[in-house]
C-alpha cells in the first residue's frame, strides 16, 4: 500500500471522524478498523461482522506515541521493553486499559485490558502515520468465518460500508499472537 495522497488522506480523515469504517490491508489478512475513539464506528463494526459485544478488539499504530495514552504504561522503560519485542514479532499485548480513553466497545463488556500492537505490515504503519492515529484493527470478516483475503472477497462482504484502501496483504497466514503482557499468558497462538 502506498502512502495516502493530500486529498484521500483528507476524505479518510473525515471519514473516520464521522464513524466511518475502513478496509485495509494486514500481515495475514484484511482488517476492518476505525478510530478507537468513535462509539459510532465501534458498533458498526460489531453489526458488519455480527461479532458479541464481549469481544474486545485490537488497535495498531504506526509509532508507540499512538498507543501510549490508550493504556495505563507509563514508565518508557515498559514502552522499550515492548518495542523490543515488536522488533521480532507482530505480536498484540494486552495492557490495562486507560478506562477514560478506552470505551467499553472497545476493551470488550466486562473487560479491563486492551490488545495493542505495532504491526510489521508497513501499508498499516503507513496509514496510521498519514492519519496521524492509532486505528481498530480486527479482521474483515462476518463472526466466526474465514478473514477476506482478496479485495474482491472485502468489496462483496463490506464494499458498500466501508471505505476500502488498495493493498496487499502480508505474508503471514495466521492473525496475530495475542500475549497478556502482566502474566505473559499466551490467549491466542
Known amino acids: 500500500m502506498r502512502r495516502v495522497s493530500g486529498s484521500l488522506k483528507f476524505n479518510l480523515r473525515h471519514h473516520l471522524k464521522r464513524g ?113 492515529t492509532a486505528l481498530v484493527s480486527t479482521s474483515a470478516n462476518k463472526s466466526h468465518a474465514k478473514p477476506c483475503r482478496t479485495k474482491r472477497q472485502v468489496r462483496r462482504l463490506f464494499g458498500k460500508q466501508a471505505i476500502v484502501i488498495s493493498g496487499k496483504i502480508g505474508k503471514y497466514h495466521s492473525p496475530s499472537s495475542i500475549i497478556d503482557w502482566q502474566s505473559g499468558k499466551i490467549i491466542r497462538s
Not at 70 to 79: A, G, I
Open 20 to 132: 466511518g469504517v475502513v478496509v485495509y490491508p494486514t500481515e495475514s489478512c484484511f482488517g476492518l478498523g476505525s478510530l478507537p475513539n468513535n462509539p459510532h464506528a465501534l458498533r458498526k463494526i460489531l453489526r458488519l461482522k455480527k461479532r458479541p459485544m464481549n469481544k474486545g478488539m485490537i488497535v495498531v499504530g504506526g509509532k508507540v506515541e499512538q498507543l501510549q495514552a490508550l493504556t495505563h504504561f507509563r514508565q518508557p522503560e515498559q514502552w522499550q521493553a515492548l518495542t523490543r519485542q515488536w522488533q521480532h514479532s507482530s505480536t498484540t499485548f494486552l495492557l490495562s486499559a486507560n478506562k477514560n480513553k478506552v470505551l467499553p466497545l472497545l476493551r470488550g463488556a466486562g473487560r479491563y485490558n486492551i490488545g495493542v500492537r505495532l504491526p510489521h505490515h508497513t501499508g498499516v504503519q503507513n496509514l496510521c502515520q498519514d492519519l496521524n
